[in-house]
């Protein structure tokens, strides 16, 4: 797609004389000036006057500008920064991989992330691609176990915003996505295949709509990630008309939003339930409508709702992990924490106890919170690796769950 540009090569680069060795002698020829070269993805400059060449006006290579252009260029630009970044994340693992086969993170941080969360470096153990979970396996005679806080995100923005309707649907146990797509598409809340249910595409859009609204997801946003994701195409105005419904069906959250983007313009910090606090940058004049400004009274809206939730979470997983640490049955392992997920190691007969210690933290950490209106939704996996989702009970009640024997 870029093989007919150009690159003009910088003077400092630019090669005046070649040496070549002929018969052991060392000999300096002239050779022409290279003034072109090809084109290399990894220089902004060129990116940049490469798309322009295309028709397309990008202005910088930041990830969220080439988003919005969202063209068959920028789409593939985008793919080659998702792979190179993985190359990124491959090399970090091999060069973190210790002579007993175990993958340690150089450094773990619980204050590096503006968000709150936990952060570990070289390599990020937090942002293993779950493609690439198979290769991590617990040694016998142990299993891997994961606790995950199921959709703890949207229970903090129910109780955060108190939403009465949201709030009866986790209550009542139902799938708060698939009761979502049900409202906006008007078909019965039941997932299904069928020509009244709702289909594995559309409770992603009701997930998109339920978690995306509060991270400042915009519609142009909307659109390019349901593609991506189900590849499902909705116009600009179908997606915006997806939002109204949203925001009629949970009024609460519409006053939150409509809230924070008043509060943009005077608020100086937001906290988290637990009292962290996280600064706004300070809000600069929009004097420039064509390019935007930095920061923006949208960008100081986005922290204002994501920081009660995200940082929320992030919260409320710290504590738990302190609350049933020590009460955890001796010989369980813990491993690592991801988001609202923790690994461990256990054997067969410490899986159930250990996971009834940590839903019991989970929950009691959320009561303190929030009050009890709620209990949150623990879900409890084993198997030979990170990667394996086996239902904890399915799992325990299975002939699967024989630990391999050394050879």
């Known amino acids: 797609m870029f093989q007919d540009y150009r690159a003009t090569v910088p003077k400092s680069r630019r090669e005046k004389i070649k040496k070549v060795k002929a018969f052991g002698q060392v000999a300096v020829i002239s050779a022409p000036v290279i003034e072109y070269e090809e084109f290399n993805p990894n220089v902004p400059a060129q990116v940049v ?27 593939l ?38 968000t709150g969360r936990i952060t570990s ?57 698939v009761e979502t797509a049900a409202n906006i598409f008007g078909l019965s809340p039941v997932c299904g295949s069928g020509p009244d249910e709702v289909t594995d595409a559309l409770r992603e859009v009701g997930k998109k709509l339920v978690l995306g609204t509060d991270y ?5 946003g909307f659109v390019r990630q349901i593609r991506d994701a189900v590849g499902l195409e909705f116009t600009l105005e179908g997606a915006a008309r997806f939002f109204e419904l949203f925001f009629e069906m949970y009024p609460e959250i519409k006053v939150y939003h409509d809230q924070a983007f008043e509060d943009a313009l005077s608020l100086e910090e937001i906290r988290t339930i637990s009292g962290q606090r996280r600064f706004l940058p300070p809000l600069k004049g929009d004097c420039d409508l064509r390019t935007g400004y930095w920061p923006s009274r949208e960008y100081r809206k986005r922290v ?21 640490l020590p009460r955890l049955p001796q010989g ?21 106890p250990a996971y009834q210690v940590i839903t019991e933290g989970f929950d009691a950490v959320f009561k303190r919170f929030y ?21 904890l009970q399915d799992f325990l009640t299975s002939n699967n769950g024989s630990p391999k024997q050394e050879v």
């Not at 490469?50 to 789409?75: F, V, Y």
């Not at 400042?216 to 142009?220: A, F, R, V």
């Not at 009660?308 to 049933?324: K, R």
């Not at 369980?332 to 159930?352: C, I, K, M, S």
């Open 121 to 177: 470096t070289q390599p990020n153990l937090q942002n293993i691609p779950r493609a690439w979970r198979t290769a991590f396996e617990a040694p016998p005679p142990f299993y891997w176990l994961s606790i995950d806080l199921s959709q703890i995100e949207v229970y903090i923005i129910a109780m955060h915003t108190q939403c009465e309707r949201m709030i009866s649907i986790l209550a009542a146990g139902k799938d708060i996505y």
């Open 332 to 352: 369980v392992e813990p491993l690592n924490l991801v988001h609202d997920e923790f690994n461990g190691l256990a054997t067969r007969e410490l899986l159930l």
């Open 49 to 75: 006057a490469a798309l322009s060449l295309h028709g397309i006006d990008a202005g910088d290579t930041q990830k969220e500008t080439l988003q919005k252009i969202d063209s068959p260029e920028t789409r």
């Open 77 to 114: 630009l985008l793919h080659y920064a998702a792979h190179k970044t993985r190359l990124i994340t491959i090399d970090g693992i091999i060069r973190s991989t210790f002579h007993d086969g175990r993958v340690r993170a150089a450094g773990w941080n619980q204050l590096s992330a503006r």
């Open 304 to 324: 204002l709702l994501n920081t009660p939730i995200q940082g929320s979470a992030a919260d409320l997983l710290i504590c738990a992990v302190n609350w049933f």
């Open 371 to 391: 009050g009890d209106r709620l209990s949150v939704k623990v879900s409890g996996y084993a198997g030979r690796s990170w990667a394996d989702k086996n239902p």
């Open 216 to 220: 400042g997801l915009t519609i142009y």
